[in-house]
């Protein structure tokens, strides 16, 4: 489904692909699948680069709330016989501490633009269509691709002859195919898993966690509506979730999460050892030692003498 709207983010999305294919095409074939894998790939991480401030902004927003649980638990507790009083209190709370419960969803809704352009190129691609400054010959191109054995364009209820006219198996076809699916809906359990697993630590007695485990069995099961997708798509779609899943694993091992005292208030938490830290085999202490404490000034007092000792002073 294409949107009018969005006619100059596609053309945007296409130029970007022409870019990296030609860059790949210098000293890879340019037909091969290698190379529209590596353009398929390169395109995804150039878009999530890209959107990488919506992330870190929804994230930040989502830790601030989980920091306010605690004391929004406690309201809801005291005031669960007064709905309004209740409602005016936790929203005076994140007025107080300058949090959005819409913060974290702003930014998802941010991305779909992006991700929806990305998808209806590569569609138009898999089917043919030279649009939005893409030559027939670069979408041909496309379509001659094959990763593993797999044509780009092909999806997993494709007719045995339309697979065979891309000088294709069939059944190596539909094996590839059911493989990446696998992985694209592993990814995304993962994915949700890690950010459930954090969330239900974070308040064991969360009204929702029922619901919370549910989706986090549930949502794999829609990566299998993309058997219907092109492998291109597929392979997009399996590349943003890995780069999901390490960019959420990064940003909980900056920011652990936040432990409380017994007043409620956080209790600041040190980040967790990162990855080239541990490859050197060097602990967080060793990676930004304290700053030596300044020298104390001690001042030296006089002693006080006797009257007799002074200077000028006469005996009686």
Same mark, same amino acid.
């Given at each position: 489904m294409?949107l009018s709207?969005?006619?100059?983010?596609?053309?945007?999305v296409?130029q970007?692909i022409?870019w990296?294919?030609?860059?790949?095409?210098t000293?890879?074939?340019?037909?091969?699948? #290698?190379t529209?894998?590596? =353009?398929?790939i390169t395109? =995804?991480a150039?878009?999530?680069?890209?959107i @990488?401030?919506?992330f870190?902004?929804?994230?930040?927003?989502?830790?601030?709330m989980q920091?306010?649980?605690?004391k929004? %638990?406690?309201l809801?507790k005291?005031y669960?016989?007064?709905?309004?009083?209740?409602?005016?209190e936790?929203?005076?709370?994140?007025q107080g501490?300058? %949090?959005?419960?819409l913060g974290?969803c702003l930014?998802?809704v941010?991305?779909?633009?992006?991700f929806?352009?990305?998808? /209806?190129? #590569?569609q138009?691609?898999a089917?043919g269509?030279?649009?939005?400054?893409?030559t027939?010959?670069?979408?041909?191109?496309?379509?001659?691709?094959?990763?593993?054995?797999?044509p780009?364009p092909a999806?997993?209820f494709?007719s045995?002859?339309?697979?065979?006219? @891309?000088?294709?198996s069939v059944?190596? =076809?539909?094996?590839?195919l059911?493989i990446f699916?696998?992985?694209s809906?592993?990814? =995304?359990?993962?994915?949700?898993r890690? !950010?459930?697993t954090?969330?239900?630590a974070?308040?064991?007695?969360?009204p929702m966690?029922q619901q919370?485990?549910i989706l986090?069995y549930i !949502?794999?099961?829609?990566?299998?509506?993309?058997?219907n997708?092109?492998?291109?798509?597929? #392979?997009?779609?399996? /590349? /943003?979730?890995v780069?999901t899943?390490?960019q959420q694993?990064?940003f909980?091992?900056?920011?652990?999460m936040?432990?409380?005292?017994a007043?409620g208030?956080?209790?600041?938490?040190k980040?967790?050892?990162?990855?080239l830290?541990?490859?050197?085999?060097? /602990?967080?202490e060793?990676q930004a030692?304290?700053p030596p404490?300044?020298?104390?000034?001690?001042?030296?007092?006089?002693?006080?003498?006797p009257? !007799?000792k002074?200077?000028? !002073?006469k005996?009686s």
């Open positions: 294409e709207w969005l006619s100059w983010l596609y053309a945007a296409a970007v022409i990296i294919h030609t860059g790949f095409s000293f890879l074939n340019p037909d091969g699948g #290698l529209w894998a590596l =353009t398929i395109l =995804t150039f878009m999530r680069i890209l @990488f401030p919506l870190l902004k929804q994230m930040r927003s989502s830790r601030k920091e306010l649980a605690p929004v %638990a406690e809801r005291r669960k016989n007064d709905k309004q009083r209740m409602n005016q936790v929203m005076a709370l994140y501490a300058g %949090a959005n419960p974290g930014p998802i941010a991305q779909f633009p992006i929806i352009s990305m998808f /209806t190129v #590569l138009a691609m089917n269509q030279a649009k939005w400054g893409m027939q010959e670069l979408v041909d191109s496309a379509r001659k691709a094959h990763i593993f054995g797999a780009l999806n997993f494709m045995s002859a339309d697979i065979e006219g @891309f000088d294709a059944v190596q =076809t539909k094996i590839v059911a699916v696998a992985v809906s592993l990814t =995304t359990f993962l994915t949700v890690q !950010s459930v954090r969330s239900m974070q308040m064991p007695d969360n966690a919370q485990k986090m !949502s794999p099961l829609f990566a299998f509506f993309s058997l997708f092109p492998l291109g798509l597929i #392979l997009y779609w399996v /590349t /943003t979730n780069w899943l390490g694993h990064w909980y091992s900056r920011h652990p936040p432990q409380y005292d007043k208030n956080v209790i600041p938490a980040p967790k050892q990162g990855l830290a541990k490859m050197r085999g060097t /602990t967080p060793e030692p304290p404490p300044e020298p104390k000034i001690i001042r030296q007092q006089p002693s006080r003498q009257r !007799s002074r200077t000028g !002073s005996k």
